[in-house]
């Protein structure tokens, strides 16, 4: 498993995750292209470094109130190979 926490899109984050059976990212931002560089992914980026590191699963995480946990989710899902889901509290994964 591999936790992304306040990061923006970056390749390290691709080689941290490769391979593994679950990204749990952080996806603070929706995807805009005037969002800071470098400080939070959107629902996209971190399906984008999910897909391209071959991850298994991806969970999203860190997503504010203020923005629609629903739209995060719908705006990862066309970027992602595999299941994407939103971390809720009390919510489990197994990972083998």
Known sequence: MVFSGDTGPCQALVELATGVDLLL?????VHQPTNPVGLH???RQAAEAGA???VRALVLTHIPPWNDS?????E???YSRVPVALARVGAQ???P
């Open 41 to 43: 992914l959107s629902g």
């Open 52 to 54: 391209a590191a071959g």
């Open 70 to 74: 629903e739209a995060t989710l719908a």
């Open 93 to 95: 994964w197994s990972i």
């Open 76 to 78: 990862a899902r066309p």
């Open 25 to 29: 990212a952080e996806a603070a931002f």
